[in-house]
């Protein structure tokens, strides 16, 4: 099927070509920031987000991570590991797979719906807890297309497993699974613990001249539907 982002250009291209305006849609709020940091950051060399990571570390009881893309699919691969390497027919070829052939196949849910949706009911319990620590200790290393393991330290695992409440994964999973294929991208670059106040936001860093991609647009509608907290961080420079 085609994903909610081909759609809505199918869709605006259809309404301009018969001139009508697309019927307005409610799209949740996403707050915006503004973060001037020194000249001396970007002379350094450092990226955006890491300048930004280290602006916001520097704050008591304050963790901050870029994670991009890595934290999500890698905490719902190291939850559902026994379900993606699943031996069934046709979904691996060689035992150096980093995953089903199926994996980003529209039908990759419908062939594991029952093992999947038994997995996923670990969540009402902290079962899934001792699950993703279990694998993150015996597979580390092991290539698994979901899992970046250099992104994923056992201090943010740990933070993860701590402070992302239960209800916030189970809807990012959902909203994963639903069409990994698309939705494995355009996640935000950072995510910052409150170890104080044991909460957690995600944020999407934007550097000067840069601007949202339609994927990144997307998740964070997601998110901010789910109720997680997630804002878009403009980057500003001191002038020299």
């Given at each position: 099927?085609?994903?909610?982002?081909?759609?809505q250009?199918?869709?605006?291209?259809?309404?301009?070509r018969?001139?009508?305006a697309?019927a307005p849609?409610?799209?949740?709020?996403?707050d915006?920031?503004?973060?001037?940091l020194?000249?001396?950051?970007?002379?350094?060399?450092l990226?955006?987000?890491?300048?930004?990571?280290q602006?916001l570390?520097?704050?008591?009881?304050?963790?901050?991570?870029?994670?991009?893309?890595?934290?999500?699919?890698?905490?719902?691969?190291l939850?559902?590991?026994?379900?993606?390497?699943?031996?069934?027919?046709?979904?691996?070829?060689?035992?150096?797979?980093?995953g089903?052939?199926d994996?980003?196949?529209?039908d990759?849910?419908?062939?594991?719906?029952?093992?999947?949706?038994?997995?996923?009911?670990?969540?009402?319990?902290?079962?899934?807890q001792?699950?993703?620590?279990?694998?993150?200790?015996?597979?580390?290393?092991?290539?698994?297309?979901?899992v970046?393991?250099?992104?994923?330290?056992?201090?943010?695992?740990?933070?993860?497993l701590?402070?992302?409440?239960v209800a916030?994964?189970?809807?990012?999973?959902?909203?994963?699974?639903?069409?990994?294929?698309?939705?494995?991208?355009?996640?935000?670059?950072?995510?910052?613990?409150d170890?104080?106040?044991?909460?957690?936001?995600?944020?999407?860093?934007?550097?000067?001249?840069d601007?949202?991609q339609?994927?990144?647009?997307?998740?964070?509608?997601?998110?901010?539907?789910?109720?997680?907290?997630?804002?878009?961080?403009?980057v500003?420079?001191?002038?020299?």
């Amino acid at each position: 099927p085609l994903s909610k982002l081909h759609l809505q250009r199918i869709e605006s291209r259809v309404m301009r070509r018969v001139n009508a305006a697309s019927a307005p849609k409610q799209k949740p709020q996403i707050d915006c920031a503004q973060l001037c940091l020194p000249a001396s950051a970007h002379s350094a060399g450092l990226r955006v987000e890491q300048a930004v990571v280290q602006h916001l570390s520097a704050q008591p009881g304050i963790k901050v991570f870029y994670v991009e893309n890595a934290l999500f699919p890698g905490l719902l691969g190291l939850l559902c590991w026994d379900e993606l390497f699943s031996p069934l027919p046709g979904a691996f070829f060689h035992p150096f797979q980093a995953g089903p052939a199926d994996l980003f196949r529209p039908d990759f849910v419908d062939r594991r719906r029952e093992a999947l949706a038994a997995r996923l009911s670990s969540l009402d319990s902290l079962v899934y807890q001792s699950t993703i620590r279990t694998v993150w200790q015996h597979k580390y290393g092991t290539a698994c297309r979901l899992v970046n393991w250099t992104a994923l330290s056992d201090e943010l695992l740990e933070l993860a497993l701590a402070l992302i409440p239960v209800a916030d994964l189970r809807q990012i999973f959902a909203h994963l699974l639903s069409d990994l294929r698309h939705h494995r991208s355009g996640m935000p670059d950072l995510i910052e613990f409150d170890t104080a106040a044991q909460s957690y936001r995600l944020i999407e860093v934007k550097g000067p001249g840069d601007r949202l991609q339609d994927h990144q647009t997307l998740w964070l509608q997601a998110f901010s539907a789910m109720g997680v907290e997630v804002s878009v961080l403009n980057v500003s420079y001191q002038p020299v």
